[in-house]
């Protein structure tokens, strides 16, 4: 008898729903699809995360909190109240419309082979024409000028070159010239001469290890004696020429007997502005200042 009482009693609310279902669909309910969307409550404001964000952003009770500080506290503070009250009257830095984002630049007519590729999902491992080609007139543009191939060097590199440089028989200038001259051997197409410079034996471990040469692209890692002072710099020396070079130098510690570490460099790319050296460059630099 429960079972059919429960039996009964699923099949009275089934019924019910269908018939429930019948009248809404003939007399138009309105439905999940012609239901309006609920306003979103005036009563609620922002969270208090965000809240603290933007006031942190804009430097909200900055100026209180600095006047209650000290006397300079409060000198610094008139100071944030006055550049806040006469902020209208200067123009923000940073102007959206010189640099615009990168889904900007898509939706410009420029990008719409690129952009009607990624709508048929054709963008798997396609090589952007347009970027390779500006990457490529910009690479040839910098290499055919030494000073330009002397500001392409990080700045703190650029400075140690530039005073290294101003003393022609320096160690530095002579290291720096071995470098570059092995690297240039080992980066030609064609064979060269790849002696060791003297310069280079005092301050590598061993001789520099060719990793890879082929006329597409090559490696070669030097090995620095962890013993000898001046490490750190030979090794500024180093990837001062390879950025001058347009080459990428990567460092990484090498373990020496299973104990002690030494710093090593990789250097890979393409060797760039062959006919520039970088201590005649820095040299001109030099003595221009």
């Known amino acids: 008898n429960n079972i059919s009482q429960s039996s009964d009693y699923v099949t009275h609310h089934f019924l019910w729903f269908m018939q429930d279902g019948v009248y809404r669909a003939r007399h138009g309910s309105a439905g999940r699809a012609g239901r309006q969307a609920a306003a979103p409550s005036s009563k609620q404001g922002p969270s208090k995360r965000k809240v603290r964000r933007w006031n942190n952003d804009n430097f909200v009770g900055v100026a209180s909190d600095l006047a209650s500080s000290s006397a300079r506290g409060a000198v610094t503070a008139r100071l944030i109240l006055d550049a806040k009250a006469n902020s209208g009257r200067y123009e923000d830095l940073y102007q959206k419309e010189y640099y615009p984002s990168t889904f900007t630049r898509f939706k410009e007519e420029s990008s719409k082979v690129v952009r009607d590729s990624f709508i048929r999902g054709e963008i798997g491992n396609t090589v952007f024409p347009f ?18 191939m002397l500001d392409q060097v990080h700045e703190r590199l650029r400075n140690v070159v530039v005073r290294a440089s101003a003393n ?53 890692r030097f090995v620095f ?18 950025q001058f070079h347009g080459l990428k130098a990567t460092s990484a510690n090498t373990l020496k007997n299973n104990s002690s570490a030494e710093r090593s460099l990789t250097v890979s790319g393409q060797f760039r502005g062959a006919k520039f050296h970088i201590t005649d460059v820095a040299k001109s630099t030099a003595c221009r200042d």
């Open 131 to 148: 970027r390779t080609d500006r990457h490529k007139r910009s690479l040839e543009h910098v290499f055919t000028d030494g000073g330009r």
């Open 168 to 220: 022609p028989s320096s160690f530095a200038v002579k290291l720096m010239n071995s470098f570059e001259k092995y690297l240039e051997g080992v980066f030609s197409k064609r064979n060269s001469d790849l002696s060791i410079h003297p310069a280079m034996e005092e301050v590598l471990s061993q001789p520099p290890h060719i990793l890879k040469r082929s006329s597409d692209s090559s490696s070669v």
């Open 225 to 242: 004696d962890s013993g000898k002072s001046g490490g750190g710099f030979h090794r500024i020396l180093l990837h001062s020429v390879c």
